[in-house]
Nanobody
Framework: VQLQASGGGLVQAGGSQRLSCAASRRTFSNNGMGWFRQAPGMEREFVGAISWRGDTRYYADSVKGRFTISRDNAKNTVYLQMNSLKPEDTAVYFC?????????????????WGQGTLVTVSS
């Protein structure tokens, strides 16, 4: 069971970045997926979540209207499109698969985690 996140890097404030998370078929099958992030010295926090069918999405208030989570089940991949990036978005971003088909906003719902990809937003 593996999750591989990619797409991080250095971006200027106001710019965009798209993260991808490739999952093994077993991980992806019938699982809700989510993105979390962790800034230095901070707790890991929820960013966005999407249900198995993609018909339900949740976002943290801090990213609502700027970030979009999506998934391609044929490719076993979930994406996080990040627009209008701010320096406070700087963090390591983690993708995760939860125990259920529904979208979930709490860390406890997730039982598989990727290794994280660093996004740095310069001012």
């Amino acid at each position: 069971v593996q999750l591989q996140a990619s797409g991080g890097g250095l971006v200027q404030a106001g710019g965009s970045q798209r993260l991808s998370c490739a999952a093994s078929r077993r991980t992806f099958s019938n699982n809700g997926m989510g993105w979390f992030r962790q800034a230095p010295g901070m707790e890991r926090e929820f960013v966005g979540a999407i249900s198995w069918r993609g018909d339900t999405r949740y976002y943290a208030d801090s990213v609502k209207g700027r970030f979009t989570i999506s998934r391609d089940n044929a490719k076993n991949t979930v994406y996080l499109q990040m627009n209008s990036l701010k320096p406070e978005d700087t963090a390591v971003y983690f993708c995760a698969a939860n125990r259920y088909a529904a979208a979930a906003t709490t860390r406890e719902a997730y039982n598989y985690w990727g290794q994280g990809t660093l996004v740095t937003v310069s001012s």
